[in-house]
């Protein structure tokens, strides 16, 4: 079984009944909503880091939909045919959010076999504390994905969706013969939503990304249109996306207006493998 390592010294962090603590003594309190927060202050780039409150509850709304169940369902079963052959394999989420996808590959792969541990990580505590009260039987931590509180080569499977890319540490954390699995948007993702913000729309770049340590082996688009349904939806699948951060004040004022929204989820799912 896959244990965490401490993050102080390194140590591997053994579970009791309400911390987390390893050889040297160094301990970290289990939270009531059943996660650990392993980031260290002297690790902080800011005073709050990830995600804030109204971001996760964003996304909470609008997953909690349903709107996104047909990446989920594809993004679980895409693991379990990569696990297949694995006896009790390690999945690790980088940048799990609030766990919506990190629940759905541990409930498709505990309907298939035996996980050796699903691990979700996300630098947000308020991420976190959505996540840890959905699945107990996933370990979740607030840890930053470009130093994950794992061994070296200690994961069968590492999951990256709509998170950055730390490519370094994936290398480190997936042993030889494991996989990484990045889901990104694909060229006209929420275009319908972008002629409604922006004056001049423009498509998503697609171009293959070369991971160092890994070679890709598989490239899946997944397209299906969506329909969105009063303001309070439209509104949560913005605030979720990186157009919050960049869209000018005329384009949140034409978007607050509308009512319903067809528009197309277009996710790319690559599959690497470690070499």
Same mark, same amino acid.
């Given at each position: 079984?896959?244990?965490?390592?401490?993050?102080?010294?390194?140590?591997?962090?053994?579970?009791? !009944?309400?911390?987390?603590?390893?050889?040297?003594?160094?301990?970290?309190?289990?939270?009531?909503?059943?996660?650990?927060?392993?980031?260290?202050?002297s690790k902080k780039h800011?005073?709050?880091?990830?995600?804030?409150?109204?971001?996760?509850?964003?996304?909470?709304?609008?997953?909690?939909?349903?709107?996104?169940?047909?990446?989920?369902?594809?993004?679980?079963?895409?693991?379990?045919?990569?696990?297949?052959?694995?006896?009790?394999?390690?999945?690790?989420?980088?940048?799990?959010?609030?766990?919506?996808?990190?629940?759905?590959?541990?409930?498709?792969?505990?309907?298939?076999?035996?996980?050796?541990?699903?691990?979700?990580?996300?630098?947000?505590?308020?991420?976190?504390?959505?996540?840890?009260?959905?699945?107990?039987?996933?370990?979740?931590?607030?840890?930053?994905?470009f130093d994950m509180p794992?061994?070296?080569?200690?994961?069968?499977?590492?999951?990256?969706?709509?998170?950055?890319?730390?490519?370094?540490?994936?290398?480190?954390?997936? #042993?030889?013969?494991?996989?990484?699995?990045?889901?990104?948007?694909g060229a006209e993702h929420?275009?319908?939503?972008?002629?409604?913000?922006?004056?001049?729309?423009? #498509?998503?770049?697609? !171009?293959?990304?070369?991971?160092?340590?890994?070679?890709?082996?598989?490239?899946?688009?997944?397209?299906?249109?969506?329909?969105?349904?009063?303001?309070?939806?439209?509104?949560?699948?913005?605030?979720?996306?990186?157009?919050?951060?960049?869209?000018?004040?005329?384009? #949140?004022?034409?978007?607050?207006?509308?009512?319903?929204?067809?528009?197309?989820?277009?996710?790319?799912?690559?599959?690497?493998? #470690?070499?």
């Amino acid at each position: 079984m896959t244990t965490m390592k401490c993050p102080v010294c390194s140590e591997p962090l053994i579970r009791g !009944e309400k911390e987390y603590r390893c050889g040297k003594n160094h301990s970290f309190d289990l939270a009531a909503q059943g996660y650990v927060n392993l980031l260290l202050s002297s690790k902080k780039h800011t005073a709050v880091p990830g995600d804030s409150k109204e971001m996760v509850a964003a996304r909470e709304q609008f997953l909690g939909s349903g709107a996104y169940g047909f990446l989920r369902r594809e993004a679980a079963q895409l693991c379990v045919r990569l696990m297949q052959d694995r006896r009790v394999p390690v999945v690790v989420d980088a940048g799990c959010g609030e766990g919506y996808y990190t629940c759905g590959v541990s409930q498709a792969l505990r309907e298939q076999q035996s996980p050796g541990g699903i691990f979700g990580f996300d630098i947000s505590k308020f991420a976190l504390r959505s996540a840890g009260k959905k699945d107990k039987s996933i370990t979740w931590a607030v840890a930053s994905i470009f130093d994950m509180p794992l061994e070296t080569a200690s994961a069968d499977l590492v999951l990256n969706i709509f998170a950055p890319l730390a490519a370094e540490e994936f290398a480190r954390v997936v #042993r030889p013969g494991g996989y990484l699995v990045t889901v990104t948007p694909g060229a006209e993702h929420l275009f319908e939503m972008k002629q409604i913000l922006y004056p001049q729309p423009y #498509r998503n770049d697609i !171009e293959p990304i070369a991971v160092p340590g890994f070679v890709q082996t598989q490239r899946l688009t997944i397209r299906q249109t969506m329909e969105l349904e009063g303001r309070q939806q439209i509104k949560a699948l913005f605030q979720m996306t990186p157009y919050f951060w960049r869209t000018p004040k005329e384009g #949140r004022e034409r978007l607050e207006t509308v009512e319903h929204l067809t528009t197309d989820g277009e996710f790319i799912l690559t599959v690497y493998r #470690r070499s």
